[in-house]
């Protein structure tokens, strides 16, 4: 029987009144990921033999009815730079090729406590940098609505594999885009959490004042109930904010009756974002968002955020600088590959030079040099400068909006191949993500419909810092139902 087209919510409800078992549901997803892996090739490693241990305890708490929580027995994909004990964790680079985690990220160990089903680890771009999966050093993964595309990244393994019916939900990684950017490439729900919500504890670092671990799933209630399940603070994570998941905005009954909640709401929508290079269908889907909301009572105005033109800068910059720093730790000694035995230099730059992709080396290369005495304060510091110049914006923007409503992405998904060889062009398809990230205030991307060429088209809603369930409230009301890939 086919179960891999529902919702987590739906399939929580055939679990618990035991219309189906969670030893089931895997094998259906199992038999999907038999049947769409050779086209699609979401994953970098599957963990059939624990997921199905963990299934098997998940129908124990069902039988006993214990501890059972909405994502008890759902078949989870997590990204490849978080870490799961004992199973690789690649990052999708050469360099890792033969390391395994020796622990558990905080968000893994979450899900496994709330009986979560782990079922593999997905494909990305190579250190999380990257917009379209083909930085992977083990292969590109396929758009499952159309394989000459590609899924968006890095967290394409992710989208895809949610798309696809390869998994339920997924964990992903968001820097400056990774989540919001592939969930709307893949026409799936792609929440980046407010910075510090989610612990970084077993993430691996790209960019570390940046990167967020957040959930793609099929709607906004599945995308909630992970970030219920892996939100809150871990002493581990020395950036991890102090809060509650509970004590939040709106969290309590997000779901409940969103329409009621969005009435006298005042949603800004940035001209910035809705210029030229925007792709018309869109921008259509954004204005006929704006045009929804307009009719459950919510006010809509032009905004202006005048320092997002500089985002792009900074962002390259100070994530180039940080990864120049977090990356200087794969030396061939500690983790990994290592390339000759010559405990010397010799043996730091064979590993380096053949462990790493080219993306990977052009931002280290890029980020030692905004780092290096001399150009420290003309590059470094000015881009920290502008990082303030884009939060004042969203600051100001929001002591009279609630939320911010934009594209997610200028274009739908590009062709594998199209933006290979220029890096700039790559780097412009999270021009409408990456301030959301400079800000460290959350974003979720929503699926609203198709292109005209059939491929899924995402809007992106912004909230100020830890309304994560504001934003989860009203994507459920402006997402179509994921509909299945074929
Ligand atoms: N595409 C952006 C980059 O290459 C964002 C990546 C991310 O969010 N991890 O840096």
């Not at 509650?244 to 974002?273: M, T, V, W």
């Amino acid at each position: 029987m086919k179960f891999w087209d529902k919702t987590a919510f739906e399939l929580h409800k055939l679990l618990v009144n035991r219309e189906i078992s969670a030893v089931e549901l895997l094998s259906s997803v199992l038999e999907r990921v038999n049947e769409k892996e050779g086209d699609v090739h979401a994953y970098l490693c599957l963990m059939e033999e624990s997921a199905k241990k963990q299934a098997e305890e998940a129908d124990l708490r069902f039988r006993k009815k214990e501890r059972i929580t909405a994502l008890t027995g759902i078949p989870t994909a997590v990204k490849d730079n978080i870490c799961v004990q004992e199973y690789p964790t690649t990052c999708a680079s050469k360099i890792l090729e033969e390391f395994s985690s020796p622990y558990h990220a905080t968000a893994v160990e979450k899900l496994l406590d709330s009986g979560a089903v782990l079922i593999g680890k997905t494909n990305m771009d190579e250190f999380a940098m990257g917009s379209s999966c083909e930085n992977s050093a083990y292969g590109p993964t396929r758009n499952p609505w159309n394989l000459s595309c590609v899924p968006g990244g890095s967290s394409g393994g992710s989208a895809a594999c949610v798309a696809s019916g390869e998994a339920v939900s997924a964990l992903g990684s968001d820097t400056g885009g990774s989540i919001r950017q592939p969930a709307s490439f893949c026409g799936v729900v792609g929440l980046k959490p407010t910075y510090g919500l989610v612990s970084r504890y077993g993430l691996v670092a790209f960019a570390s004042s940046l990167d967020q671990i957040g959930a793609l799933a099929k709607s906004s209630f599945d995308c909630g109930k992970i970030l219920e399940c892996i939100g809150g603070y871990d002493p581990k994570d020395s950036t991890s904010a102090q809060i509650q998941i509970s004590d939040l905005e709106n969290h309590d009954d997000f779901y409940d009756c969103p329409e009621d909640k969005i009435k006298n709401k005042i949603i800004g929508i940035p001209e910035e974002f809705m210029r030229e290079g925007l792709d018309p269908e869109i921008k259509s889907a954004v204005l006929q968002c704006a045009l929804t909301l307009e009719a459950l009572g919510a006010r809509i105005e032009e905004i202006h955020l005048p320092s997002l033109k500089f985002a792009l800068s900074s962002y390259y910059l100070t994530a180039s600088a940080e990864a120049s720093s977090n990356l200087a730790r794969y030396d061939g000694v500690r983790y990994g590959l290592r390339i000759s035995k010559d405990q010397s230099g010799k043996m730091f730059k064979a590993t380096r030079s053949q462990g790493f992709g080219k993306e990977v080396k052009r931002r280290i290369l890029l980020g030692t040099y905004a780092l290096s005495s001399g150009y420290y304060e003309a590059l470094y510091l000015k881009a920290q400068k502008v990082r303030q110049l884009v939060k004042q914006d969203f600051d100001k923007a929001f002591q009279k909006y609630s939320l911010l409503l934009t594209p997610t992405c200028p274009t739908p998904a590009f062709k594998i191949g199209e933006k290979v060889s220029d890096p700039l062009a790559m780097y412009l398809s999270d021009i409408y993500t990456i301030p959301v990230n400079l800000a460290g205030i959350p974003g979720l991307s929503v699926p609203v419909g198709f292109s005209s060429s059939g491929l899924p088209l995402g809007v992106q809603l912004i909230a100020p810092q830890f309304h994560d369930f504001t934003l989860l409230s009203v994507g459920s009301i402006l997402e179509k139902p994921s509909q299945p890939v074929p």
